[in-house]
């Protein structure tokens, strides 16, 4: 399992746009799977988006606003933020290292997450 590393998180207005990296440490890491999760204070942590061998997938309530996408490395991945509302404030967690993923939000199937970075949407 590998240390995932976060960034880009800040506060921004409702209706701005916010982009997050997620990289994992030295070189020769690959993943084939890539996803984000977030989590707000007093709440469990739910999926976002991910993309699985080439194909992504959206949680219904940022479906149209968010895009993920992979780096120009194998071992980074982007998430673009767009028209944030303020229930998109929480934590987001970089998740990798898929593993018997029978679908793509099954957080048991993901190894390797990131320590998280906060947004804040007001």
């Known amino acids: 399992d590998v240390q995932l590393v976060e960034s880009g998180g800040g506060s921004v207005q409702a209706g701005g746009s916010l982009r997050l990296s997620c990289a994992a440490s030295g070189n020769t890491y690959t993943s084939s799977c890539m996803a984000w999760y977030r989590q707000a204070p007093g709440k469990e942590r739910e999926p976002v988006a991910a993309?699985?061998?080439?194909?992504?997938y959206y949680a219904d309530s940022v479906k149209g606003r968010f895009t993920i996408s992979q780096g120009n490395t194998e071992n980074t991945s982007s998430l673009e933020m767009n028209s944030l509302k303020p229930e998109d404030t929480g934590m987001y967690y970089c998740?990798?290292?898929?593993?018997?993923?029978?679908?793509?939000?099954?957080?048991?199937?993901?190894?390797?997450w990131g320590q998280g970075t906060q947004v804040t949407v007001s």
């Open positions: 993309i699985y061998r080439g194909t992504s």
């Open positions: 998740a990798a290292g898929c593993r018997n993923l029978g679908s793509w939000y099954n957080r048991a199937g993901y190894y390797d």
